[in-house]
């Protein structure tokens, strides 16, 4: 099947190079960091985590939220999303790449990362982080190669692969949790202190990915034959606003809890992501954004007759999706580390190389799902061509 994607169009080619340039700027300038250390990023000694974890725990929550398409199309046989779930799985793939090489690059020294695999110490989250993450890897990429494969041949999946289709559910949810438990487990770090916090990551992840999804599956419609139908794309939809209402609430709780409190630990971070602290204001356009862009597309979401509107449909998907973009990146990972235990603010900029290195990962990820993409949508096209000519 891989040779679909040595064939394409001209603007394929010149997509697949365009993003090849983006990866070769972002190596040199991780070359550079590698070179000089982490010295060259926004990163303190107060913020010890910044715009690449921050990316990574955005991305976690697109590949979980792949499960919104597993779980009615294999459990429940909602045969509307037989078109997409294989676009779902492959969405996975390529953003758990993005993952780990957003790990890998916030590794001071890289070959650390191999501390995790020939020391392994289950009492650490970051360890389970590690086995949940590229489980969750090998698990999508053998269930969407073999199905897709299967559909190629005209043939049902082979049976030994339906039990990994149900484990990749509660595998889905764990990779988000644990992620979650990252934070949640750190008793400094009152923004992250919370019960809720693997809630408020899955909420997030069942709004941003499944938006995500749309968008892709509204491009392909433009450029190929693959047409998921209205119906599968009302259905992706609901689930976003249903999500996404969640994801409010559960943030809503959380400003409750620390404002009416009165515990000033709780209330600094978040005065601080809102309204500034001490001076300091570097997120709070940020964050006001998130917030107007969440009510913005919960609003057109919610009325049928704006979410059944396709040149509507995409502001409103757009909107959720930078919402929390900026929510779950920056707001929650930095938010988190202002002020610190001292009630000091230390505010971080993100460098030139942190965002060219992160652009870089972006671009890999783009190639990834291109590629995927390109594949899935030639068998699926041929299949299609079969079926008409029989």
């Not at 943030?251 to 000033?264: H, K, M, N, Q, R």
Request: charged content about 10%; some cysteine.
């Amino acid at each position: 099947m891989l040779e679909k994607a040595l064939i394409g169009s001209k603007r394929y080619w010149i997509w697949i190079f365009v993003l090849l340039g983006i990866i070769g700027v972002g190596f040199i300038a991780y070359l550079q960091q590698w070179k000089y250390g982490l010295g060259v990023t926004g990163l303190s000694r107060d913020v010890s985590w910044g715009f690449y974890i921050a990316q990574f725990t955005f991305l976690v929550g697109v590949a979980a939220s792949a499960v919104m398409l597993v779980i009615p199309y294999y459990l429940h046989d909602y045969k509307k999303f037989g078109k997409i779930v294989i676009l779902g799985e492959f969405l996975a793939i390529s953003a758990v790449t993005m993952c780990i090489l957003f790990i890998f690059v916030d590794m001071g020294q890289p070959m650390r990362i191999m501390n995790v695999v020939l020391h392994p110490t289950p009492g650490s989250v970051m360890f389970w982080d590690s086995v949940v993450l590229s489980g969750y890897l090998f698990i999508n990429l053998i269930v969407g190669w073999t199905t897709l494969g299967a559909d190629r041949k005209s043939v049902p999946p082979p049976a030994w692969v339906k039990p990994l289709i149900y484990l990749s559910i509660p595998w889905a949810v764990s990779i988000h949790t644990v992620t979650a438990f990252l934070y949640a487990g750190i008793p400094g770090r009152h923004l992250w202190l919370t019960a809720i916090m693997a809630a408020r990551f899955l909420a997030s992840a069942f709004a941003a990915g499944p938006a995500l999804l749309i968008l892709l599956v509204m491009f392909v419609r433009k450029v190929s034959k693959l047409d998921a139908g209205t119906e599968a794309i009302q259905s992706l939809a609901k689930i976003v606003t249903y999500a996404m209402i969640a994801n409010v609430f559960f943030f809503l709780l959380e400003v409750f809890t620390a404002t009416y409190s009165g515990i000033p630990g709780h209330a600094h971070p978040l005065k601080y992501l809102f309204f500034g602290l001490d001076g300091h204001t570097a997120l709070v356009p940020w964050m006001w954004t998130a917030t107007v862009l969440a009510f913005l597309g919960l609003g057109l979401l919610i009325f049928p007759a704006t979410r059944q509107n396709e040149g509507i449909l995409p502001i409103a998907l757009v909107s959720v999706f930078v919402a929390a973009w900026i929510d779950k990146g920056m707001g929650l990972v930095i938010g988190g580390f202002i002020p610190n235990m001292f009630e000091r603010v230390t505010e971080y900029t993100p460098t030139a190389t942190e965002l060219a290195i992160t652009v870089g990962v972006y671009a890999v990820g783009l190639l990834v799902l291109t590629v995927l993409y390109k594949i899935a949508i030639g068998v699926r096209e041929d299949t299609a061509g079969e079926a008409e000519h029989h």
